[in-house]
């Protein structure tokens, strides 16, 4: 197996007053060379410290990762920092949910492109100017030239994010985190930057892991998807087979509570009744079996291990839909 | 940023500061008497007296000029001190903001110590230390200024050190210092690329401000007998003619005046920037 990233069994925990918070809980997870891969999950379960404890972003005394985390042959989980900051960037890059905070509100959009090309690529003003030019005609800006002068807060917010995007690509990473890139965006826009990360992504040829809670995000635009409940991955498929041959109720009740067009107005959306539970007192059962309508006894006393289903498609489940 | 008409308190604020520095300048070489030899004939006139415009103090000095005289050391020492401030005290402030260890409890703890001694006793204890009289009961007039610079300085050090330190944290925590890290940057980069610029109006806003109180504080201190000995700052003058100020009341209010102008014009363009900043942060 030679995956250009690979997570094996990643656990986070963070110390808190209450006691120790396991945020992640045995993580595994590969991720080829240029291809697309959806992580899927409420808020809370985990996956954005996922995203960022397997770049290395989250460090510090009160966080715990054990596991490991594979980057081309290199261990990151024990990587020093320095080591790190020099994959940062040029080998794996990130994207963050909010276009409106990650940009510097004092610095002009072209000083703050160029900055990361000039620290990290060493090239010069003019040449990094070029270059955020050409950054800005591949994210389809109107007016680049224009943009380079313009502070943050005269852009709107699919403008930002498509800036953060060129920021993020501009020095060619091999693997690019999109933390739920669209979650702050109208939809109207998401389906462009959607659109558009996938036409980077191949024009690039990176890969990319785009988290998000909104399965239809994922939907058109990955190759695989992975859904995470408490800080597991309950679920992984194909894009595809994950749709067609939905093994966990949860993935189910996730589904169907996207809204559609085509349901009766009348009819109550379906919501999955409960919340995430609490991370930092676990059940010994499956997580997800007190919000389960198909859980039995067995569910609550037993956790139920990943399961292969063929076609790549693994799922944690003791009674999946459709049967085993 | 939209054009918008500037307030009238803005042009009012910049017209005074603007007297000052052509006074602080060019006053030297205006027609007037020398603010250091006294007009005999004339001690202690009044407003408007002929070859007077300001009147006399009870040396017979010519008050309009050593008012105009006196901008200059009154400016410079509190702009001085004010700079030193915010560059000491920012550095300080960032540093520790950014350390965030050991470093961050020592500045802290020295900024907290520093703030608990009173400020004229401390300016009184320097002051008595560095630039009291020699032998021949002399002091040098630049070893006073000095001092003086040094001691507000010291004042002011840990007061815009917090101020920095609080906002530097402030900006730390925001998603594109987050950004900035993934991009591969160091902390030092971060540090002078993306918080300073943050934190650089803050503090200007405050040095303004603090500028004005160091004016007050100078006079203060020159009435306590430890300021700049002759005449040659505003506070100087109220020291000087203070105990005269309810036969002679113009030689008191004319510098005090002076004072007054300052300190609000100071306040004025803090407020302004203050604005600007609050304007921008609530279009993030």
Redesign the interface.
């Known amino acids: 197996m030679t995956s250009l990233l690979s997570i094996r069994d990643l656990r986070v925990e963070f110390d808190t007053a209450r006691g120790p918070l396991a945020a992640v809980r045995g993580v595994s997870l590969d991720i080829e060379a240029g291809e697309s891969v959806g992580i899927v999950g409420e808020s809370g379960s985990g996956k954005t410290v996922m995203s960022r404890s397997t770049?290395g972003?989250l460090r510090g005394r009160k966080v715990r990762k054990t596991g490991s985390v594979v980057y081309n042959g290199q261990e990151l989980l024990t990587l020093d920092l320095k080591s790190l900051?020099?994959?940062?960037?040029?080998n794996i890059?990130?994207i963050?949910?909010?276009p409106?905070?990650?940009?510097?509100?004092?610095?002009r959009i072209g000083s703050q492109m160029r900055?990361?090309l000039v620290?990290?690529l060493g090239l010069s003003k003019e040449d990094a100017n070029k270059r955020c030019l050409e950054l800005l005609k591949l994210v389809h800006f109107p007016d680049p030239q224009e943009a380079l002068r313009k502070y943050p807060?005269q852009l709107s917010g699919g403008m930002r994010q498509r800036v953060?995007i060129a920021?993020?690509v501009a020095?060619k990473p091999k693997v690019l985190f999109a933390d739920e890139p669209t979650t702050a965006l109208d939809v109207t826009v998401q389906a462009q930057v959607l659109d558009l990360l996938e036409d980077l992504r191949k024009e690039l040829d990176m890969a990319m892991v785009i988290v998000t809670h909104d399965l239809g995000v994922v939907a058109g635009h990955t190759d695989k998807i992975a859904v995470m409940y408490a800080g597991e991955v309950v679920e992984f498929a194909p894009t595809r087979e994950l749709f067609a041959n939905t093994k966990m109720p949860y993935t189910e009740a996730l589904m169907k509570s996207i809204p559609r067009l085509d349901r009766q107005a009348e009819k109550r959306m379906p919501v999955i009744p409960g919340r995430p539970p609490d991370p930092t007192e676990h059940s010994p059962g499956c997580s997800f079996a007190p919000r389960c309508q198909y859980a039995q006894q067995k569910c609550r006393d037993e956790h139920p291990a990943l399961e292969d289903a063929g076609n790549g498609h693994m799922y944690r489940c003791f009674f999946p839909i459709g049967g085993r | 940023m939209a054009v918008k008409r500037k307030p009238i308190g803005f042009y009012l604020a910049s017209g005074w500061m603007g007297l000052c520095v052509l006074m602080s300048t060019v006053g030297g070489f205006l027609p007037l008497p020398n603010w250091k030899v006294g007009d005999y004939d004339n001690l202690g006139v009044g407003l408007f007296s002929p070859g007077h415009l300001l009147g006399t103090d009870t040396s017979g000095i010519d008050q309009l000029s050593a008012v105009i005289n006196g901008t200059r050391l009154s400016l410079t020492i509190s702009f001085t001190a004010a700079i030193l401030g915010i560059l000491i005290g920012g550095f300080l402030g960032i540093l520790a903001a950014y350390s965030r260890g050991w470093l961050d409890s020592v500045i802290l703890m020295y900024f907290n110590v520093s703030l608990s001694v009173p400020t004229i006793i401390l300016a009184l204890a320097l002051v008595s230390i560095f630039a009291s009289s020699d032998s021949m009961g002399q002091t040098s007039a630049l070893e006073r200024i000095g001092t003086l610079i040094l001691t507000l300085a010291i004042v002011l050090i840990p007061i815009l050190g917090r101020i920095a330190r609080a906002s530097a944290l402030s900006w730390t925590g925001?998603?594109?210092v987050?950004?900035?890290?993934?991009?591969?940057?160091?902390p030092l980069?971060i540090m002078w690329?993306?918080i300073l610029?943050?934190v650089v109006?803050t503090l200007l806003s405050i040095g303004f401000l603090a500028a004005g109180v160091l004016i007050v504080v100078e006079g203060g201190l020159a009435i306590l007998g430890a300021g700049v000995l002759d005449g040659s700052t505003w506070g100087a003058m109220l020291a000087t003619n203070r105990q005269l100020l309810t036969i002679y009341p113009h030689t008191t209010l004319i510098p005090a005046a002076a004072i007054a102008m300052t300190v609000l014009s100071l306040n004025y363009f803090a407020d302004y920037i203050r604005n600007i900043i609050d304007g921008?942060?609530s279009?993030?």
């Open positions: 770049m972003l900051r020099e994959l940062w960037g040029t890059a990130m963050f949910q909010d409106m905070t990650t940009l510097n509100p004092v610095r900055e990361g620290k990290r807060h953060m920021m993020a020095c | 925001r998603d594109f987050l950004a900035a890290k993934a991009m591969g940057m160091k980069q690329n993306h610029p943050n109006p921008r942060e279009r993030l």
